[in-house]
């Protein structure tokens, strides 16, 4: 295995927020909980193909967290989409995407129709009026593995609303998640008229899940 290399260590108001280096990947750790590497990109890829893929129309995106870029670096694939609009906390993750990142997610910050909005997710999708095709949410490790207390406001009902607010007809919400949550599954579907559940396998431990959501009650959209 390749020696461990601390890259920058910084605090920020939520707490500390590391990147460190082993061998040519990077991995970052926030408050002490792996969040997420460059080695393996599958499934924050696939959280953005699965509801692209899904959508009847597809022009504008919307991604709440940047990470490494890899569900950006999706997104841009299709020809279909226009705009991208990427919601990121921290603004040191802004920063590595463009110091270290680059050769992982093909420049993805730098195409035209990337729109990087250093905001909290939870604040902003209640002050904008922007309208999505597809939303795909991957912030902290889904909602059974919160890493920020914050962000537990997103998997709840208020905030799955305001997401659906932002949504266009036949448009798809996904939702990564480190582990099944059973709970939010239940959830979804109280909201979605379709809802799909998809299982990405890893090397070790448990998989990876996709949640997708596509047409919203009509009490609710």
Known sequence: MSMLEIVERCSTDRGEIQLQ???????IIYNGTFLMATYNGESERLLVKAAIDRCDTVSSVLIGGLGVGFSLAESLLSSKVEKVDVVEIEEVIIKWNKE??????????????????????????????????VICLDIDNGPDWIVSN??????ADNGINELVRLLNPGGVISFWSANESLNFLE???EVFETVEVILIP?????????????????NLA
């Open 21 to 27: 280096r082993r061998g040519e990947h990077y991995e």
């Open 202 to 218: 890893q090397k070790l431990g448990e998989p990876d899940y996709v949640y997708l959501g596509k047409s919203p009650m009509a």
């Open 100 to 133: 270290h990142f680059k050769i992982f997610s093909s420049s993805a910050l730098d195409d035209s129709r990337t729109n990087i909005i250093n905001a909290d997710l939870i604040k902003w999708i209640y002050s904008t009026e922007n309208k999505y095709d």
């Open 150 to 155: 914050s962000n537990s406001n997103l998997y």
């Open 187 to 189: 959830k979804l579907k």
